[in-house]
């Protein structure tokens, strides 16, 4: 029984695009991280909040999730910067997420028809959260 092997395509072609957006979406995750951290810390959060509080800022800085903290004017934090930032983590975490179960789905699949649907039905999850995710961030 001989084994044939796919050769992948030269040039730019989706699944290229999606590896490289994968490897940098995650270096974006780390950065925002960084900065949602290190800004938390600079408002005020070294004195006002626990490591475990602070982390959840870190990822989800809106002050009506942040429980058991003496968080002292939500104008400070409750501000375009933080909902901008809200949306660019949920952007990247969302789209990383719906590529990684893609590409994972896509191993079982082979290439049929199958793939096409599936491909349409991750993009629409993928439209449905990410405005299910800006509506979170502006309506809290």
């Known amino acids: 029984m001989t084994h044939t092997r796919i050769i992948p395509r030269r040039g730019f072609n989706l699944d290229y695009l999606m590896w490289l957006f994968t490897r940098l979406s995650a270096l974006g995750l780390v950065f925002l991280t960084l900065v949602g951290f290190i800004s938390a810390l600079a408002m005020g959060a070294r004195t006002q909040m626990d490591l475990s509080t602070l982390m959840r800022w870190t990822f989800f800085p809106n ?69 299910a995710a800006i509506y979170l961030v502006l309506a809290a």
């Open 63 to 131: 002050f009506f999730h942040v429980a058991n903290s003496e968080i002292p004017d939500e104008l400070l934090w409750a501000n375009a910067y933080w909902q901008a930032f809200q949306i660019g983590i949920l952007i990247l975490a969302g789209t990383h997420g719906i590529n990684g179960l893609r590409m994972v789905l896509e191993d079982y699949t082979g290439i049929s028809f199958r793939r096409i649907l599936l491909r349409f039905a991750f993009f629409l999850l993928w439209v449905g959260m990410i405005f």
